[in-house]
């Protein structure tokens, strides 16, 4: 009889348990639908209708138009007009699972009727942002035609590879690799109210670093002697471009003193600011 006493005594003082919604518990499950509700909008929003709400906000130059905006937020595409001229099509893919190891990579590819370019930009947690260029093709005719630079013509196409570069604003330029070359071909540009023609020989390119700053050098492919240099200082955003005379001997001009001149002398130098 005591026993079942206490087993009766236990059973009824026994509370139950229910589920109590405390202003804890309401300010966290608040934050829980919100976040599922972010993570929703990127995963499943529609990047054309949220270009559409922000384009009225951005102000793009007159000569560029964009339009043919599809898929979503992190994985879609678009059409760049160029004036009348280029078109190019756009596409991207974002790895937002990648958040996790503290980077979040942007995979991007360009393609035109005649040069084509993908890659990727990755943005870390030390706040680098770290540019790669895997392979690219650009048609040489293009994208004078489209550049239109006081007529200078060119054909061929230019193939870059490994294209590679690490940028922060604290540092500057850490990291710079990458190659590239041209087989040769005909160019033509203006001079003295008349248009000029050559045909170069092939030429090579390479990105490095040269104590902080980024060194891009052109070269011919048979001497491997530099014809133009281009520095960009890790302290100030300029671009500064030397052209030397194996430039314009490779063109078959005649400069200053002439032949027997050393071709490595600076005859052209130019500082362009990159500042907006």
Known sequence: MPELSHQAL???SAPER???LGPLRIVLLTLLLIMV???SMVVFLPVG???QQASPYVTLPPQ???DNVAGRVWDGSARVHWEQDLSLQLGWALDLKALRHGFLPLEWRLSTGRSSAEGSLTGTRDLQLRFLLRQGRFDLDEITRVANVDNVQAS????LESLFVIWSEDHGWSEAT???HWPGGVVTWPMAGQIEQNRLPALKADMSMNQGDLLVRLQDQVESRTAISLV???TEPVLEVAIRRHWLDLLGLQFGSGNGSDPDEVVFNVRHSLAP
């Open 10 to 12: 236990t059973s009824t």
């Open 37 to 39: 509700w972010a993570v």
């Open 156 to 159: 061929g196409v230019v193939t």
């Open 18 to 20: 229910r589920f109590r």
């Open 232 to 234: 960009m200082p890790a």
């Open 64 to 66: 560029l138009r964009i």
């Open 178 to 180: 990458g190659r590239g």
């Open 49 to 51: 209708w949220a270009w």
